[in-house]
C-alpha cells in the first residue's frame, strides 16, 4: 500500500470520527456526561473508538 492508500484510510477514519462525534452530540438519548465520555473517546482513539462506538455507543 503505497501513501495514497494510507491518506485515504486516514480521510475514511476522520469521516467516520466526524460522523459519530455528530451523532453523539444529536443524541437525545445520552446524558451530558455521556455525550462527553465518547467524543472524548472517539478524539483519543479515532478508530478504535468509532468502532467502539458503533457497537456501544447511544442509539437514537
Same mark, same amino acid.
Given at each position: 500500500? *503505497?501513501?495514497? %492508500? #494510507? %491518506?485515504?484510510?486516514?480521510? +475514511? $477514519?476522520?469521516?467516520?470520527? /466526524?460522523?459519530? #462525534? #455528530?451523532? &453523539?452530540?444529536?443524541? &437525545?438519548?445520552?446524558? &451530558? *456526561?455521556?455525550? $462527553?465520555?465518547?467524543?472524548?473517546?472517539?478524539?483519543?482513539?479515532? +478508530? +478504535? *473508538? /468509532?468502532?467502539?462506538?458503533?457497537?456501544? *455507543?447511544?442509539?437514537?
Amino acid at each position: 500500500m *503505497g501513501l495514497e %492508500g #494510507i %491518506g485515504i484510510g486516514g480521510l +475514511l $477514519v476522520l469521516i467516520a470520527d /466526524v460522523y459519530a #462525534i #455528530i451523532k &453523539t452530540l444529536g443524541s &437525545t438519548q445520552a446524558t &451530558t *456526561g455521556s455525550k $462527553v465520555f465518547w467524543i472524548i473517546l472517539i478524539l483519543l482513539l479515532p +478508530l +478504535l *473508538g /468509532v468502532i467502539i462506538w458503533f457497537f456501544a *455507543g447511544p442509539k437514537d
